[in-house]
């Protein structure tokens, strides 16, 4: 390949006026016109090569984002050879795939152009591949080019792709409506996408769907996108017609990057006992979970096991250093975590981590797993700490509670919440609150006096942090706004106390009730 491909690539997404130019590691490259599909080149892009694209593509910004988070969506600055003309990316890179999607739309500068000339003065006919793309060798023959076998991908995957690469978590498609996706906790409108029809939006579900699903008329399934992992996908009818709810597969951030409380890493790498993990929806449980088992399994061989409930997998790990992503594997369970659990303590693993437990059954065998020489890591739905033991407890009868508790005051070994916020200039930010074990906690939890336990985060013993304090200190520094700590806080009174200390006026703080 030329040294250069960026420049000849975006030329000929121009000449053949395409809507949008594919490249995918191991494929031709292929642009999508109104019309049809016409290959540049014959020669499949290999991994390099996607890499070299990637790297004079992207900005210096934009490559750490792909480096961080596996995707990226950006707008590309104007090409001197075309400066009427506009580009946008989409791309997803792993250590052994690419994908990029390079989408072309002139309309702001056709309608700039006071000349009124379209943004191309020529429609040329392809008629060869080497007219557009120089190849590494020279084509076989000149002969008219046959109707490319390469597949152009559906239009369910590519608004996977643009939601994903805007860091989104949630994709929502309704009938009459734009799909909107959910980032950092707003619904926002995909960028060039337009409302759909019901017999539209049945037909782009459906595609997505295995026969079987097809058969059983399944409301939820789940769709690999290559290059990114697992989408979940659920379906409804109302009376305002028919729509879907695509959970989006999230790349795991690095523990480096996630910055876990050294505290509790070091309690949790005792490989004794019970660390529950807690945070409301959307506040980045499975990132928490996810990034403690991978910090405790860094620094030694261990086997981990991990159980994700409603997704119909478990990730088996046994690893040197953090665990690799050729280790996890794929299992049917859907919705049966008890199941998975128990099989999981067959392996007798050295780490289990179970993503939701507030099911009875589950309550006892995390209890039962967490003896010496084993951690377990259990996530709980809850604003903090004291709410996660609350949560815990609540799931078992009242005359099953008093033994819960003696369980817990054996087994847990800490406690980590997390609260994300809307951060001051956009973004968001973790707002973090943990409980560690020492005997005062084990007296406390042995004689259910659970609501006593926030006294003890607060006097900040041991090295303690309370939520309150977490976001008190945000709001000191302008990092986040006083309503939006308000609004995360899990004790309301207490911060607006913390807040009248350092001086806030008043009356901004009776705004906040």
Request: charged share 25%; glycine share 8%; proline share 7%.
């Amino acid at each position: 390949m030329p040294r250069s491909l960026v420049p000849s690539l975006l030329q000929a997404l121009a000449l053949l006026e395409g809507e949008s130019l594919v490249m995918h590691a191991g494929e031709r490259p292929y642009v999508v016109t109104a019309t049809d599909q016409v290959v540049l080149s014959e020669t499949p892009m290999d991994l390099q090569t996607m890499n070299g694209v990637l790297d004079e593509l992207l900005s210096p910004a934009d490559r750490d984002t792909i480096a961080s988070r596996g995707v990226v969506h950006c707008t590309l600055p104007a090409h001197p050879l075309l400066p009427q003309h506009r580009f946008a990316a989409v791309a997803a890179r792993t250590p052994g795939d690419a994908w990029i999607e390079i989408v072309h739309n002139c309309g702001d500068a056709r309608a700039a152009d006071d000349a009124g000339r379209p943004c191309v003065d020529w429609k040329p006919v392809l008629r060869r591949t080497a007219d557009i793309l120089p190849l590494t060798r020279p084509p076989a023959s000149a002969v008219p080019m046959a109707q490319p076998s390469v597949t152009r991908p559906s239009g369910f995957e590519r608004l996977v792709r643009l939601a994903v690469a805007r860091g989104a978590s949630t994709l929502y498609l309704r009938e009459g409506t734009p799909p909107r996706a959910r980032v950092d906790g707003t619904l926002q409108y995909i960028d060039g996408s337009v409302a759909m029809g019901a017999s539209e939006l049945r037909h782009l579900l459906d595609a997505t769907r295995h026969e079987s699903d097809l058969i059983e008329a399944a409301r939820e399934w789940t769709v690999t996108i290559e290059g990114l992992g697992q989408a979940r996908c659920v379906a409804y009818v109302d009376d305002r017609g028919h729509g879907a709810v695509v959970h989006l597969p999230m790349r795991q951030a690095p523990p480096e990057q996630v910055a876990l409380p050294p505290l509790v890493i070091a309690r949790a790498s005792e490989l004794n006992g019970l660390v529950l993990v807690a945070s409301p929806r959307g506040g980045g449980l499975d990132t928490m979970i996810g990034a403690l088992t991978a910090e405790v399994c860094a620094a030694r061989a261990l086997h981990a096991v991990r159980v994700t409930e409603g997704r119909g997998s478990r990730s088996i790990a046994s690893t040197h250093g953090r665990p690799p992503a050729e280790s996890v594997r794929e299992v049917v369970g859907l919705g049966e975590a008890i199941l998975e659990v128990r099989a999981a303590l067959r392996e007798d693993p050295d780490v289990l981590a179970v993503g939701d437990v507030r099911r009875p059954e589950l309550v006892e065998a995390i209890l039962d797993a967490a003896v010496p020489g084993r951690l377990v890591i259990a996530g709980v739905p809850a604003r903090g700490a004291v709410d996660a033991i609350d949560a815990l407890l609540s799931v078992v009868s009242p005359a099953a509670r008093p033994r819960l508790c003696g369980e817990l005051a054996r087994a847990l070994s800490a406690v980590l919440a997390q609260a994300v916020v809307p951060r001051v200039g956009g973004g968001q930010v973790a707002v973090r609150e943990w409980l560690l074990h020492t005997p005062r906690v084990s007296a406390l939890l042995g004689e259910c006096r659970i609501r006593d336990l926030q006294a003890v985060i607060d006097s900040g013993a041991d090295g303690m942090l309370s939520m309150t304090e977490g976001l008190r200190a945000l709001v000191r520094r302008q990092v986040i706004g006083a309503r939006e700590a308000y609004a995360a806080a899990a004790d309301r009174q207490a911060l607006r106390a913390s807040l009248e200390q350092d001086g806030m006026d008043p009356s901004e703080l009776e705004r906040l009730a």
